[in-house]
């Protein structure tokens, strides 16, 4: 790119490494700088206006210039800056959002622990669900369960959690003692003429071989995101929670409920646990918490974790694990304010009518010739381009076409993202029904004008 010298543009491509970048292409097209929010738009610094159909990643609920949040942490910083957690100190914006989450669970639940990010959090489950096997004399039951095309996280552990290439290949992971089971991708990964519930049943029978392969005394737990994010927006199919929870019900296998995208309203209830009918044993949490303005995860866990859990530390002499900024006072405050304004605006129950009404707009584009199939639920969902919708292979390379309209988007004033060629919408839950319109015209008009490129 041409950037001025010493522009921020320049500056960027200097000295700054991107994530989820591709590091030498980025020299040369360099930064797209976003330099302020409003509602649901956000604005670059050439004062480009974009409508943020991905709430950022996946999270902020309530759009991107809410006062009370700006306020709420504003209190909080000068009152008490930073405190943590570790010994038994505690501060009140943290037990009140202890408090808080455990009263919301679906599900009893025993604890909240707090973290800074989905990937800490979900790795903290994963010590945690070893602890308790060591506790309760199971030193065997170390294996994890997880989904190929899951996602959750980059970190040693929870990327081989992720069932995704990027994540993996060249950085050594899987680590050992995880292992992955098929996606619940039904448009995708369906034999032909399986109906949903056989699919389900099907994939059910996967885990349980799967399990009986291992030894069901190995394996300890079962991560799964209620549906699937950034494996391209999965939403399971019928019967699937389910029949997978009747397998592990069966072996004795705790649920870890990966609420870092569904949490909070996204697919039409409080969690996506409720959606699909999930009895998780740990819920981990992030994103929509705090609608992203300050980092802050956290896990619940129920009485069948807690309780070992207590017991081993108190022989060690301590839970020996923990973090500087976990439960910072001011992403506490924020996230407690954040989920106020979710239930008093009922920002969960827009997620079902406004996130219909975009379903339902979304769905009218099945027909067009890019499109092989458009799915979601409450305010998430996915439409999955296609070269030829009768073979549903793709066009040229897998994900090129996904990345030329995320562009064609991006030029239109749309901010969406492409995971390979499933080009995902997931709005700020404040959305409106006229904003929908708008978005989905954009998404009409750059499907049009791909098709032009693309079938000439
Ligand atoms: N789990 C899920 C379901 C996620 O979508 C993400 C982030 N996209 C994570 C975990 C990891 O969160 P973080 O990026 O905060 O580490």
Known sequence: MDAQPNSLEARDIHYHLHPYTDARKHQETGPVIIEKGDGIYVEDNAGNRYIEAMAGLWSVAVGFSEQRLVDAAARQFAKLPYYHSFSSKSHSPLVDLAEKLVKMAPVPMSKAFFTNSGSEANDSAMKMIWYRSNALGQPQRKKIISRQRGYHGVTIASASLTGLPNNQTSFDLPIANVLHTSSPHYWREALPGEGEEQFSTRLADDLEQLILAEGPETIAAFFGEPVMGAGGVIVPPAGYWEKIQAVLAKYDILLVA??????????????GSQTFNMRPDIMVMSKQISSS????????????????????????????????????????AVALENLNIIEERDLVGNARRVGGHMQER??????????????????IAAIELVGDKATKAPWGKAGALGALVNDLLRQNGVISRNMGDALAFCPPLIITEAQVDTLVDVVKRALDAAAVQVKG
């Open 258 to 271: 990966d609420e870092v995208i569904c949490g909070f309203g996204r697919t039409g209830n409080m969690f």
């Open 293 to 332: 303005y300050q980092p802050i995860s956290a896990l619940m866990i129920n009485e069948r974790v807690f309780e070992p859990l207590a017991d081993e530390s108190n022989r060690i002499g301590t839970f020996g694990h923990g973090f500087t900024c976990g439960g910072h006072p001011v992403a506490a």
């Open 362 to 379: 979304l769905g009218e584009l099945a027909s067009h010739d890019l499109v092989g199939e458009v799915r979601g639920v409450g305010m």
